[in-house]
């Protein structure tokens, strides 16, 4: 059968598809069969790297230190011993690897390490100083782990904890930890089926049929795993491996595809993620979720998207005060009313160094703010001022559609990128913010779908932002050393929503690389899986991976409704927007597709995206809209006029890894910072801005008032790695002011606290704290609280400590104390900035835990207050 399309990684014929030896091919419409072997344990580098964690941190190296050692076993030696290793200090197997060789199956490596030094610590002064200055106390130590790159161990660090393979113990009391590790088992290798039959009944879901058999067995795949994914209770399962139901990846499968295919399902998914107080549930996310992360408002579009598909008016006004009452929380505890933007993390990227420099913790992933999560905010607020018209709340209407106008001019602001062509990932810094000038696929697909970026930029974002072999990766350029899952990753649900975006921008080369990047891996793996590596289009390379996935099943069915067929569902109609690519000219069609009180067996001819003929039973339908009023069975025929669209290009590019993040210093007026491996200069950032350019690795700086350094690392292709670790560089201390002194002094026995103690805040301890400062000086302050909060981990659970800070009934902000650490109650930190101008004298500050401080949990909203400190910025 012909070919439709290829590169230099695989081919797409219409009846199968050929990635080297590898061949999956359309027996029929319902059956598929694939030879895919996934390459992960055939040929693995016997060259071992690793890292020693305590308790499940990334805490005893600086990126880009790791042990390393060479896993070739001496002739005749069941296992390989390593030196004994001490923990942080670097050890580097200098064996040379001969050409060909590789990591044998099932080898034992037993790893020695000297925890000596660190027990030496705990029993002298209480706590051990990691890299990073941290204290960790005695009390504290949970266990020591191992991190790496060979199975089975991984780089997941925030789930160390959880993996008891990957702890040592000392089980002679000396001080010398010991595991025994089984690599490269053939018993865990992952695989996937080399057949696929239909054998669940989908025949009253929507049919299809074209003249490609590969394309057609696919969508048959999808239709019996999104079956498959409905658990009893008539709610969705999130994937295979992913039992529950998850806000984000519901929300996102129910705008691509659900809401169509299982609108009844769809609604009692949703409902499954509203709170006790009416609210919408961030399920997931650093720091203890809320409102460290605040993609939550997805819900509201996929709700909307009910609606515009069942046109169900109880649905409507049941989910609009739920909308409604998210939206007013978020504009307390979210919004950022100097940028117009939204805070919180990047929507769906929820793994904090998979996205992020390791150097921010989850309170600074709460200050930055995300592309996608905006459009997200955005759209909900767009959708909310939709309802509040449709229920005749014109305030509302009016209010919430400028708040949106004020996200959209906030992002078109602070976030496009005028010499690259497409929006920047996202702010983020300490006091003051940059630009992270990585592509961020899902808010670029999404800022053109939802028309955050106008006709002449959406056409920009989508032939400019940078795509790879195997499709159009989370972010670009990649993150070195940090494993794929998002970094250095292709998720096909993203994919489905980036072809979505490139037929709306009239690109045709777009939307097939966009098709045929999502029917690879499907065709291949025989199943919609989550994710697969950027590099090599593989499963099995992931951190984390499942089949059945959801979203990608929806993403699949979405590129035939929404994207084939290009089904446009509004508030009064379904109207009909076409986009085949020449490629995939033909007959196609489209039977049983349920739309509000109508069945609609639809037919598609030609290919373009311009419509020649469109009729409703035989009779022409007026701009190409099925009224919403409309019923019965009816037959809707379609001729496109055969004619491409403009040529307009995509810019594919090699699967690039920008430079590792610098760490910087500043002694006797210079920064310094040690060379970064493939940088060819620096960018030095004086408070978000760019300050000098320079080759060397130091730079003389003039300290004035206060000043917050960044250096970012260049390579000779442009590429730039994060900006370091903001390092303030002040002329005067900041103020303190120990909150022991302004209440009562909890008994808690926690220790690394200052002063003379600390105070308790939750729900009912403390919940108004009145804070007397004074202010020596006119200027802008930042205000923080060092705090602890030992409620749970760094990266997930709904614990997340958060309050109002007011000076009299001025709202300053609020005060967001994320999760440190399971039960690690001594590990303190700061809470985020609040920059505030004050005037020079005495004044009251209150903190206080308001309605619209409540977390995600709704019971444990708890937190330790060192102190309140303010430093003046200007």
Known sequence: ???????????????????????????????????????????????????????????????????????????????????????????????????????????????????????????????????????????????????GNTAPLTWDFANLAGKREQELKDPDGNGIYEVTLVLNSPAAAKTTAGRWQQTLNTADLPQYRSDYPITDALYNLALEEARRAVEPDSTFRTGQEWAGVWTRDISYSIILAQATLQPRVAMNSLLRKVSK???????????????????????????????????????????????????????????????????GESSFLDWREQTYPR????????????????????????????????????????????????????????LWQEEKGYYGQFLYGGNFLSLSPKAEALGEALSVLYGVADEARAKTVVARTPVTAYGIPCLYPQIPGIPPYHNNAVWPFMQSFWGLAAARAGNEASVLESMVAVYRPAALFLTNKENFVAQNGDFAGTQINSSNMLWSLSGSLGLVYKGLFGMDFQADGLVFRPFVPQAFQGRRELTGFRYRGAVLDIELQGFGNEISTITLDGQPLPAATVPATLTGRHTIRIELKNQAPAAASTNRVANWFAPETPAVRYAAGRLSWAPVAGASAYQVLRNGQFAARTTGTSLAVTPGLYAEYQVVAVDAGGQESFASEPLPVPSQPAQLVQLETRAAKSSKAYKGFSGTGFVEISRTV??????????????????????????????TDNKCALRTLRLG?????????????????????????????????????????????????????????????LTRVQ
């Not at 790297?49 to 390393?68: C, I, R, V, W, Y």
């Not at 409102?291 to 169900?312: H, N």
């Open 1 to 147: 059968m012909p070919l439709i399309w290829k590169n230099e990684a695989f081919a797409l014929y219409a009846d199968r598809v050929e990635q080297g030896p590898y061949v999956a091919r359309a027996v029929s419409r319902t059956e598929l069969t694939s030879n895919y072997q996934s390459p992960a344990n055939a040929y693995q580098d016997p060259r071992i790297t690793f890292k020693f964690s305590l308790n499940g941190q990334d805490n005893e190296m600086a990126p880009g230190q790791d042990h390393s050692l060479v896993a070739l076993p001496a002739a005749g030696a069941a296992e390989l011993e390593s030196p004994l290793l001490t923990f942080g200090r670097q050890f580097v197997d200098k064996t040379v690897v001969p050409a060909n060789t590789y990591l044998a199956p099932n080898t034992r490596l037993k790893l020695w390490l000297d925890m000596r030094p660190v027990l030496a610590a705990f029993q002298k002064q209480g706590y051990y100083t990691t890299y990073q200055g941290q204290k960790l106390y005695q009390q504290d130590f949970k266990g020591v782990f191992v991190a």
């Open 277 to 343: 107080q009416g609210r919408i549930i961030q399920d997931t996310g650093t720091g203890g979720a809320y409102p460290c992360s605040t993609d939550r408002m997805i819900w509201a579009v996929a709700a909307w998207e009910i609606y515009l598909v069942t046109g169900d008016e109880a649905w409507l006004r049941q989910v609009y005060p739920i909308i409604r009452n998210s939206i007013e929380d978020d504009q307390q505890n979210a919004y950022d009313a100097q940028t117009g933007l939204v805070r």
């Open 359 to 414: 150097w921010m913790q989850p309170v600074d992933i709460y200050q930055s703010e995300n592309l996608g999560t905006n459009i997200v905010h955005f759209q909900a607020n767009q959708v909310l001022a939709l309802m509040a018209e449709h229920l005749g709340e014109a305030t509302v209407a009016r209010q919430t559609r400028e708040q949106a106008g004020r996200i959209k001019a906030g992002i078109n602001q602070q």
């Open 766 to 795: 403390n919940t108004h704290l009145t804070i007397p400062v004074t202010v020596p000086e006119t200027g802008l302050y930042a205000l923080d609280f060092r705090y602890a909060n030992g409620n749970g981990p760094l990266n």
């Open 809 to 869: 009934q001025r709202q300053l902000g609020t005060v967001v104390l994320p999760q440190r650490g399971v039960a690690e109650w001594s590990s303190w930190g700061f809470s985020n900035p609040i920059l505030v101008r004050l005037p020079k004298g005495s004044h009251t500050l209150t903190l206080r835990f308001e309605p619209a401080n409540e977390n995600m949990n709704g019971e444990i909203n708890q937190a330790m207050l060192d102190y309140l400190r």
